[in-house]
């Protein structure tokens, strides 16, 4: 069965420096997401991703983070100056269509921020 | 904006005992309905979801949810569960014509005592 894949599994980064998670969607899916979960908190929305251009965001996804598609499989999640609050598992999904379709989650990149 | 709400923060049964997870919703309009389930270290897994027909759901590993639309709920039950079952179980919503994000409850975690 196809499956969303996610690199690496654990980054450790210092505080100012940029990252860039990674993130292999299901060949066929049209719809890609970010999410982000802090450690004991809910799976928190992050940005959605269609047709080569951001289509929502949340008010997390400030202009520190960017997203990209830079290729016919890759999605990035880049944030540009970690802050000790990033700090989370970041986990990509896919959805090939309609909204009723599974969103189909990634094993997670885990953030740590020193 | 929609948002979802899980009552239980942490459930603690026996094996063969009966599981029923309150979700509930806010959204006014056409709303699909998933339940995630997330087993100690591993991703966020689909278990079932409504979008439309039967409001009755039947979903893997034995677990149900019915979605009742005049109390925006959307309950995850079981009739006897496992020690397998521990994990971190998430109701979430997204409207029905909206592509974008999808809203996760805050999670429930379930510890079945063997």
């Known amino acids: 069965e196809p499956e969303v894949t996610q690199t690496p599994s654990h980054q450790v980064t210092q505080m100012g420096q940029e990252v860039i998670l990674r993130c292999v969607p299901i060949s066929n899916h049209l719809y890609f997401y970010w999410y982000r979960q802090i450690l004991g908190q809910k799976v928190e929305f992050l940005v959605s991703f269609y047709n080569n251009e951001i289509s929502e965001k949340s008010e997390i996804f400030d202009d520190q983070f960017s997203v990209e598609r830079p290729d016919g499989s890759n999605f990035t999640l880049k944030i540009r100056s970690t802050k000790l609050e990033d700090s989370a598992m970041y986990f990509c999904?896919?959805?090939?269509?309609?909204?009723?379709?599974?969103?189909?989650f990634g094993p997670g990149t885990r953030l740590t921020v020193l | 904006a929609q948002s979802v709400s899980q009552h239980n923060h942490h459930v603690i049964l026996s094996e063969a005992a009966s599981l029923e997870l309150g979700c509930n919703y806010s959204?006014?309009?056409?709303?699909?309905l998933f339940w995630y389930v997330q087993y100690p270290g591993q991703h966020l897994q689909l278990l079932l979801k409504?979008?439309?027909?039967?409001?009755l759901v039947k979903g893997i590993k034995g677990f149900e949810a019915e979605f009742i639309k005049s109390k925006f709920s959307f309950n995850l039950r079981k009739p006897s569960v496992q020690w397998s079952d521990t994990a971190e179980y998430f109701c979430a919503v997204n409207a029905s014509y909206n592509n974008n994000d999808m809203r996760f409850g805050a999670g429930t975690r379930l510890t079945v005592k063997p």
């Open positions: 409504y979008f439309s027909g039967d409001p």
């Open positions: 959204y006014g309009g056409t709303v699909n």
């Open positions: 999904a896919s959805r090939r269509g309609a909204p009723s379709d599974t969103q189909y």
